[in-house]
């Protein structure tokens, strides 16, 4: 709510309308932000996809069997088939299993299932260090930042992209 004595108070309809629309403005990708998030995207797709965000998205061939799990792999789980996911089950070598494994018949989401609780508490682990590191980072670099973004509007490209 806001308080009778504040500056908000004071404005007419057309002037509030107004500070929105610029507040709304589009003012050009944040690298550091886009930085920052794929930081943290890449965290979350090792743990429970064991690639990193480029590989998810562009590898043709899938991961075969193994716990990786790709774009594709996981769009054909979601569609219904297997994925093409043979994850190798924790299983004893033996004679007639000298490679120590069974090829399951499991789908994506078992493999992400197993994958979550293999590496779950890690990435909770990294992620929390990762926002304090990153948090930091950003404080620690303003000024070098915004030499940059100075720049950027001498050049005219504060539109399209920012620090």
Request: hydrophobic share 40%; proline share 2%; glycine share 12%.
């Amino acid at each position: 709510m806001i308080a009778e004595g504040s500056h908000m108070a004071k404005m007419t309809k057309a002037e509030k309308a107004a500070a929105k629309r610029a507040r709304n403005k589009f003012r050009g990708i944040n690298v550091t932000d886009f930085a920052i998030g794929y930081g943290g995207l890449a965290i979350w797709t090792d743990a429970l996809l064991m690639v990193d965000p480029i590989q998810f998205f562009t590898d043709k061939t899938g991961a075969g069997n193994s716990y990786r799990i790709t774009g594709r792999e996981l769009l054909d789980s979601i569609m219904g088939g297997a994925g093409g996911v043979g994850a190798y089950l924790s299983a004893p070598k033996t004679a007639s299993n000298p490679t120590g494994g069974k090829l399951s018949s499991s789908n994506a989401f078992s493999v992400i299932e197993r994958n979550a609780k293999a590496n779950g508490i890690n990435a909770v682990g990294k992620s929390i260090i990762y926002g304090v590191v990153t948090g930091l980072g950003k404080k620690a670099t303003v000024k070098p930042r915004n030499f940059l973004n100075k720049n950027l509007k001498t050049f005219k490209l504060d539109k399209y992209i920012r620090f």
